[in-house]
């Protein structure tokens, strides 16, 4: 709500609303459901609705629910960009969403890639995704917020700590702050900006994906390559969930010695045949 108050306040005026109903929490998701179209007809801007069935979604392709809740939600962007002629999804991610992230990023064992947290600007195939609001920290926008008065929903899961991501922001980052001081934030975002760029750099040193990878290839690389390329692979090819784990155990396949087949997230597998690597799903 901060975001499209601020938006309308700089002059856009080509706006679409878009809201996914997750259809997790039942009753409090169709009141937020009803909340964003009454705003969206209060401000007079053009709203897409949908509703996804995500908790099926996520059992049927063995993920876990917020990475269903992303893919469906961002499924949901593309079609309504697609519909609308835009090219541009704005999202409200804000500085605190980033230092939480990279926190999560840093305890699960990520690269650079994750330590970067969030990228204020990237493409998703048409569409270029912004993050407007990434370097505002939360007290921030509540402070724009309570001045514009502003009128919002608070998502009623954000209270609950048996997700790992609601428990950081809950409990693990009042703990560091009172410990650290509040200018702990700053650290990690500058930390994650030198990251990005380093990890932007990297990028560019590797070789292109392709359907296939050449064991060959792979084995005159440094070991950091092998392992930006592999991931850079499974990440192409849409693999849910891929991190060192999923890595490790494609190149596990560079072993001549060992098995030519590993499982991977999704139904996926990646086999070794004839000197390169390729992927297969199984028919569900």
Not at 7 to 32: M, P, Q, W, Y
Not at 172 to 186: D, K, L, W
Not at 204 to 211: K, N, R, T
Not at 259 to 273: C, I, S, T
Request: with cysteine.
């Amino acid at each position: 709500m901060v975001l499209l108050d601020a938006l309308i306040e700089c002059g856009f005026k080509k706006l679409v609303v878009c809201h996914l109903n997750h259809t997790l929490r039942g009753r409090s998701s169709a009141a937020d459901e009803r909340f964003v179209s009454n705003e969206a007809r209060r401000r007079r801007l053009p709203i897409e609705i949908a509703r996804a069935r995500t908790a099926e979604f996520a059992k049927k392709n063995r993920l876990s629910t917020e990475l269903a809740a992303r893919e469906l939600r961002y499924a949901f962007f593309e079609a309504c960009a697609k519909r609308t002629r835009c090219r541009h999804l704005l999202l409200a991610h804000h500085a605190d969403d980033q230092v939480e992230t990279c926190l999560f990023n840093f305890l699960r064992g990520s690269g650079a890639s994750g330590l970067g947290g969030m990228k204020p600007l990237m493409q998703r195939g048409s569409l270029t995704v912004q993050r407007p609001l990434l370097g505002v920290l939360r007290r921030e926008i509540s402070e724009y917020q309570e001045k514009q008065r502003i009128i919002f929903r608070e998502d009623a899961s954000n209270v609950e700590t048996r997700h790992t991501r609601n428990k950081l922001r809950i409990q693990v980052i009042p703990a560091i702050e009172e410990a650290m001081g509040p200018a702990f934030r700053e650290s990690i975002l500058r930390a994650a900006e030198i990251l990005r760029a380093e990890d932007e750099w990297m990028a560019g040193m590797i070789p292109e994906v392709g359907a296939e990878l050449s064991c060959r290839a792979l084995d005159q690389l440094h070991p950091a390559a092998q392992a930006r390329w592999v991931l850079a692979w499974l990440r192409h090819y849409e693999i849910p969930e891929v991190g060192w784990k999923e890595t490790r155990r494609v190149l596990s396949l560079l072993d001549r010695k060992g098995p030519a087949k590993v499982n991977l997230p999704g139904d996926w597998h990646a086999r070794r045949r004839a000197g390169v690597l390729f992927l297969e799903r199984n028919d569900t």
